[in-house]
C-alpha cells in the first residue's frame, strides 16, 4: 500500500470518527424536533424526525452542515441535494424551497447551521488570499453545494463541544468560527464567496441590493432605481442579480411580499386581503393568484393546512 492510500484511510477514518461523535452529541443536545438555538449565538442545532412536503422560505447567508438525513433546496429550476458528506452555503438572502428527503424516528435529520459573517469573511480574505481557479466556468450562483472536508467537520465538532464547557465558550467560539469561514472560504467552491464577501466589487453591490429590497418590499421600485443606488446601469444589475439570484430584483421583491403575507397570516392573524395590502398589493386577486402559485394553494387553504401542522415540525421545516 502507497503512503497516499494510507493517508487517504486514515482522513476517511477520522471523518467518521468526527461524524459518529457529532451525531451523538446532536441527538443529545435536541431531545425533540424542532430548533435549539445554542449558547454560540451563529449556531443553531435543527432535528426532524420525518421527510416534509417543499416548503418555500427566505434564508440568511448561513453554512449548513447535515450531521444525519438529506434535504434538498430548491432555487428557481435547480435543486441541490446536501447530506453528511456535503455541506450547503447560502451566501445571501434567498427565496428558496426546502424538503427533507431522508429523516425517520429511528434516524431523525440533524443539521448544524451557521450563520455566516460576511465581515468575517471580507477580513480573511485581506489576510489571505486563497486564489481563483483557473478555470472556473460555473454560474455564480449564491448557493452552492460542496463536499466535506476533514478539517471543516473536525472544526464543526470542537464548535459543538464547546457546548459542554459554556466557561471557555467567550474565548475559544470566536477562535473556531473564524477557522470554520476559513474552511469555507477555501474549499473547492469557495471561490464563489469572494466577490460577495470582498469589500469592493458587484457581488457586494448585489448583497446592498438585495438589504434595499428587504427594507423596502413593500414599495414599488423601479430597477433604474435600484441600479442608480448601487452605481450599476441597469442591464449590468439586472444580468448579474439574476446570475446569483436566479431571478430578477422585481421577482425577488415579489416573494419577499409573498412570504411576509404568509408571516402576517400565520403569527399576526391577518386576512389575505389585509396583508395582501400590508405588502404592497393593491389587487387582492392578483395576490390570490400569485400566493397560490409560490405556496400551492390560495393564502386561506394553505394557511389553514399549516395551521395543522405542529409547531415544532414547522419551524424545522422552514429552517432546513
Not at 433546496?73 to 456535503?86: G, K, T
Not at 469561514?181 to 466589487?201: F, K, P, Q
Amino acid at each position: 500500500m502507497t503512503d497516499h492510500s494510507v493517508r487517504d484511510l486514515e482522513t476517511g477514518s477520522a471523518e467518521r470518527l468526527h461524524q459518529s461523535e457529532l451525531t451523538r452529541r446532536a441527538l443529545r443536545l435536541t431531545p425533540e424536533d424542532g430548533i435549539v438555538r445554542s449558547a454560540i449565538a451563529p449556531l443553531s442545532l435543527i432535528r426532524v424526525s420525518k421527510t416534509t412536503p417543499p416548503m418555500p422560505c427566505v434564508t440568511e447567508p448561513s453554512l449548513f452542515v447535515a450531521i444525519q438525513g438529506r434535504k434538498r433546496m430548491e432555487l428557481a429550476s435547480q435543486a441541490f441535494i446536501y447530506d453528511p458528506l456535503h455541506y450547503l452555503v447560502v451566501s445571501l438572502a434567498l427565496p428558496v424551497t426546502g424538503q427533507i428527503i431522508e429523516a425517520s424516528p429511528q434516524a431523525p435529520y440533524l443539521c448544524a447551521r451557521l450563520d455566516i459573517d460576511l465581515a468575517m469573511l471580507g477580513e480573511l480574505l485581506l489576510e489571505y488570499d486563497p486564489g481563483e481557479p483557473a478555470n472556473d466556468s460555473d454560474e455564480r450562483r449564491g448557493l452552492f453545494v460542496a463536499r466535506m472536508s476533514d478539517s471543516l467537520i473536525d472544526a464543526i465538532l470542537r464548535l459543538v463541544r464547546l457546548l459542554d464547557t459554556p466557561h471557555d465558550i467567550p474565548a475559544l467560539a470566536p477562535l473556531i468560527l473564524r477557522e470554520i469561514h476559513y474552511r469555507v472560504l477555501c474549499g473547492e467552491l469557495g471561490h464563489r464567496l469572494r466577490d460577495l464577501a470582498g469589500i469592493n466589487g458587484q457581488g457586494k453591490s448585489i448583497v446592498e441590493v438585495i438589504q434595499l429590497l428587504k427594507s423596502r418590499y413593500a414599495e414599488p421600485l423601479r430597477i433604474e432605481d435600484l441600479a442608480a443606488a448601487v452605481h450599476m446601469s441597469p442591464s449590468t444589475l439586472h444580468h448579474r442579480f439574476k446570475g446569483l439570484t436566479s431571478m430578477s430584483p422585481l421577482q425577488f421583491q415579489k416573494q419577499l411580499r409573498l412570504h411576509e403575507a404568509r408571516r402576517l397570516m400565520l403569527s399576526e392573524g391577518l386576512n389575505a386581503a389585509t396583508a395582501s395590502h400590508r405588502v404592497g398589493y393593491n389587487s387582492p386577486s392578483q395576490f390570490s393568484r400569485e400566493y397560490r402559485r409560490l405556496f400551492g394553494a390560495p393564502p386561506y387553504q394553505e394557511i389553514a393546512q399549516q395551521r395543522e401542522v405542529t409547531t415544532g415540525n414547522m419551524l424545522a421545516s422552514q429552517a432546513w
